[in-house]
């Protein structure tokens, strides 16, 4: 019971320190906006007043940023956030916040699933994605090919419970 207890209190204090490390000064560090991260947050702009991208493109499914591509669901995040609240840095950056948030909680469900609930390998996993300076710069610039991380564990987690469920499909 006492194990419990410590390691509750560690996961809650990796948990402020994850909270900490994401959403400190979202809007200003790093200083201003990546161009990719400011091409998107105008396409955003356009799309939560106009309808159209920057090009004049009703809901593209590809946006053309400075000559070359990049997909468009991170624009559709932040064209609704900006509808709702106006344009800010701090809301360009939420969307990578969130994904970001769902690395940690799938990825340690993820860890709970495949070591057998080893509070080790979890505690293990939620410092990992807390602390490693990539992980932390990932989650605080607002850049489309950001997302794939959060959106890979979600599904690799999935996958995962389906395949130890019996219910990936086929014969057995």
């Given at each position: 019971?006492?194990?419990?207890?410590?390691y509750?209190?560690?996961?809650?204090a990796?948990?402020?320190?994850?909270?900490?490390?994401?959403?400190?000064?979202?809007?200003?560090?790093?200083?201003?906006?990546?161009?990719?991260?400011?091409?998107?947050a105008?396409?955003?702009?356009?799309?939560a007043?106009?309808?159209?991208?920057?090009?004049?493109?009703?809901?593209?499914?590809?946006?053309?940023?400075?000559?070359?591509?990049?997909?468009?669901?991170?624009?559709?995040?932040?064209?609704?956030?900006?509808?709702?609240f106006?344009?800010?840095?701090w809301?360009?950056?939420?969307p990578?916040?969130?994904?970001?948030?769902?690395?940690?909680?799938?990825?340690?469900k993820?860890?709970k699933?495949i070591?057998?609930?080893?509070?080790?390998?979890?505690?293990?996993?939620?410092?990992?994605?807390?602390?490693?300076p990539?992980?932390?710069?990932?989650?605080?610039?607002?850049?489309?090919?950001?997302?794939m991380?959060?959106?890979?564990?979600?599904?690799?987690?999935?996958?995962?419970?389906a395949?130890?469920?019996?219910?990936?499909g086929g014969t057995?």
């Amino acid at each position: 019971e006492n194990q419990k207890l410590i390691y509750r209190v560690a996961m809650i204090a990796v948990g402020i320190c994850f909270l900490g490390t994401r959403l400190w000064k979202l809007d200003s560090l790093p200083m201003g906006l990546h161009i990719d991260e400011a091409g998107m947050a105008y396409d955003a702009w356009c799309l939560a007043n106009f309808g159209v991208d920057r090009w004049m493109k009703a809901w593209p499914v590809y946006l053309d940023n400075f000559g070359a591509g990049q997909s468009s669901l991170y624009a559709f995040l932040c064209a609704g956030l900006f509808k709702v609240f106006g344009f800010s840095v701090w809301l360009v950056r939420l969307p990578i916040f969130v994904f970001s948030a769902l690395t940690l909680v799938f990825g340690c469900k993820l860890a709970k699933r495949i070591f057998q609930d080893d509070p080790v390998m979890i505690f293990f996993t939620a410092v990992l994605v807390t602390f490693a300076p990539y992980m932390i710069m990932q989650s605080r610039y607002g850049l489309d090919c950001d997302l794939m991380l959060g959106a890979s564990t979600v599904f690799l987690y999935f996958f995962v419970s389906a395949i130890e469920d019996g219910q990936a499909g086929g014969t057995r």
